[in-house]
């Protein structure tokens, strides 16, 4: 690659392409998780929510209802089913 002029512009094009791919492979990948997670909880009789709380209490162990509904907070706060343990 060359430094500057045209080997610098495809670069930054090519990056910019590979970025584009990237996000809607990712919103994709989004989109596909949440579905198998409404499948998946529908299969065993409840609703999304029930199951992403489900799985939370696996993943950190127990805790009171109140503890968990901060970590929903917290989790919908992030805009993702991101979690951290509260004390």
């Excluded at 198998?36 to 999304?48: C, D, P, T, Y």
Aim: hydrophobic fraction near 45%; include cysteine.
């Amino acid at each position: 690659m060359t430094e500057g002029g045209a080997g610098a512009a495809g670069s930054s094009a090519e990056r910019q392409r590979m970025e584009g791919e990237f996000l809607l492979a990712m919103r994709r990948n989004g989109s596909i998780m949440q579905l198998l997670g409404q499948v998946s909880a529908e299969r065993i009789g409840i609703n999304a929510t029930d199951l992403n709380c489900l799985n939370i209490v696996a993943l950190t162990g127990p805790m009171t209802a109140g503890e968990l509904a901060r970590t929903i907070w917290q989790a919908a706060a992030a805009g993702a089913w991101v979690w951290t343990t509260t004390t």
